[in-house]
């Protein structure tokens, strides 16, 4: 059997792609503004202060918590989300590292 895709890439080549993945959704984005602004545990005010379909939060939040980003615990009968700060931080570094590369080329006659 041959090598899967990313098996090409190194270890944070694939964690800093699979990090844009699940924040390249405006959803998402909103979804993380929101715990961020609330600064606590958040819940079902999520389909509320998006205006989408329980079913649509419910993927997006599976999503982020895919990638660790967000952490969920259950509180009876509800899930409760909130950022998850060793992630974030990780998240922050990796694509701080990926920005902050000198390119070359800085001029109109690179391309």
């Known amino acids: 059997m041959g090598l899967s895709k990313t098996d090409l890439f190194t270890q944070e080549q694939n964690e800093l792609a699979a990090m844009a993945k699940a924040i390249a959704h405006p ?4 979804i993380l503004q929101h715990i961020i602004k609330s ?8 389909v509320k202060e998006l205006g989408l379909a329980q079913a649509t ?6 999503a982020l918590k895919e990638v660790g980003i967000i952490q969920g615990s259950v509180e009876g009968t509800s899930m409760c989300y909130c950022i998850d ?3 974030w931080n990780k998240i ?3 694509f ?3 920005f902050n590369q000198n390119i070359s080329c800085q ?3 690179c391309c």
Not at 27 to 30: M, V
Request: proline content about 3%.
């Open 57 to 62: 939060v419910s993927q997006h939040l599976k």
């Open 85 to 87: 700060p060793a992630a």
């Open 96 to 98: 701080n590292e990926f």
């Open 27 to 30: 959803a998402r984005i909103a």
């Open 107 to 109: 001029s109109d006659s």
């Open 39 to 46: 600064a606590t545990c958040i819940n079902n005010e999520l």
């Open 92 to 94: 922050n570094s990796l």
